[in-house]
């Protein structure tokens, strides 16, 4: 993008420092909290990932829009940031999957973006002093100006987005993982397993995978209650990703620990194992900066899992009921909690994204698994009537 051409920026953290660039998005002003992810690709994938709302994503690679926006790549039906920060910006992308450049859609969408600005030093920033609200304005230019309005928006601790990307009416999901994009033959059995999803703002690929296995699924609003979910009949329960504070999303939380009554089996991923954790009785807590990337080793005794993960929070060791629940997984990089497991009920859960394929498949077994837990907990229930 010619910079005489170009419309000026101004970026503002919540701590007063000042970045100014260049617009490579919707003109206007935004506000959300900052945050970094550290993926070489992927992102049409981040920015329509649901997980990202309400919070404003600063690209660590310094090229991006390369190759471009296509329909076949997004998580949802939008973008769901409140605004990018890049380094360089391509306009002309080369790929022959593009459709839009990115600074096309993102106009289309009205999402603001910030490019030109040191990123090394802001992500540096962000790791020292932690994730926080920032602005981006085309048309706010002076600092103080601009810092104002920052420092009015709310945190992201206690925040409960869930309700801004969760569906408004129940639907089915049917299409699987492009035969292109399938590493390995699933194997196809007669057997067919219902599975409810909780939609916390799911992403369409998780939908995906679970219909490659031979899932009908069923995706619900996120404040449908658990009577009606039971109402379904589901051999299993997904509990999706989702954005915000998962400890906010009390709703959630509820309906959850009410599901845990029947003792069906339960697959969740990011917020769906947050709230998981939750709902068995342990606490989360705000991550520094939290885990955004295609490169986050996890594991625990024997296996490592290269995983992408997208969450700001985490839960708490200290708070999880050991007698019950054990631990799966760790993230090797700060050992947070990455994973979790009943010791009696068929209940599992990840902090990390295994349709996302960055390892590129260390993590598709999760699928696998939470299909045999439903085919076993059939299996029971079919022996105990038989008794």
């Known amino acids: 993008m010619a910079l005489l051409d170009a419309q000026p920026a101004l970026l503002v953290l919540a701590d007063g420092t000042t970045f100014r ?33 309400g919070q404003i994503v600063l690209f660590t690679y310094p090229e991006l829009g390369n190759t471009g926006i296509n329909p076949e790549d997004e998580e949802s039906e939008r973008p769901q940031v409140r605004g990018a920060i890049a380094r360089n910006i391509c306009t002309r992308p080369s790929n022959w999957r593009s459709t839009q450049s990115l600074p096309d859609y993102l106009k289309q969408y009205n999402i603001p973006a910030i490019y030109g600005i040191d990123t090394r030093a802001l992500t540096r920033k962000i790791r020292e002093f932690g994730a926080m609200n920032g602005g981006i304005s085309t048309e706010i230019l002076d600092p103080s100006e601009l810092l104002a309005k920052v420092k009015a928006a709310p945190s992201m601790a206690g925040l409960n987005l869930v309700k801004n990307v969760t569906t408004r009416k129940v639907y089915e999901w049917s299409e699987p993982t492009n035969p292109v994009w399938e590493f390995k033959p699933v194997e196809k059995t007669e057997e067919s397993f219902t599975v409810v999803a909780l939609d916390f703002g799911v992403k369409k690929n998780i ?15 996120a404040d449908t209650p658990a009577e009606e979910i039971l109402k379904y009949h589901p051999d299993g329960i997904f509990l999706s990703n989702g954005p915000g504070d ?26 769906g194992h947050q ?14 900066f939290g885990h955004r990337g295609l490169n986050q080793p996890a594991g625990l005794t024997g296996k490592i899992e290269i995983t992408s993960q997208n969450h700001s929070f985490a839960i708490d060791p200290q708070t999880i009921p050991d007698a019950e629940v054990e631990i799966t997984h760790l993230n090797l990089n700060d050992r947070t909690v990455a994973g979790l497991r009943h010791k009696s ?13 960055p ?18 907990n059939r299996q029971a229930q079919a022996t105990s009537v038989k008794g």
């Open 207 to 221: 939908l995906r995978r679970l219909a490659s296995y031979g899932c009908r699924v069923i995706v619900v609003p």
């Open 21 to 53: 660039g260049w617009s490579f998005g919707a003109p206007g002003t935004t506000i959300g909290e900052v945050v970094f992810n550290t993926g070489i690709t992927g992102y049409q994938e981040v920015l329509t990932d649901p997980s990202y709302c």
């Open 345 to 357: 009920l068929p209940l599992f859960s990840v902090q990390y994204h295994p349709e996302a394929s």
């Open 246 to 271: 998962p400890a906010a999303n009390i709703e959630g939380i509820e309906t959850t620990k009410a599901l845990l009554k029947a003792e069906k089996p339960v697959f969740g991923i990011c917020m």
């Open 275 to 288: 709230i998981l954790g939750l709902s068995l009785g342990g606490d989360t807590y705000k991550l520094k």
């Open 359 to 376: 390892g590129p498949h260390d993590a598709d077994y999760l699928f696998e698994q939470f299909v045999e837990s439903m085919r076993q």
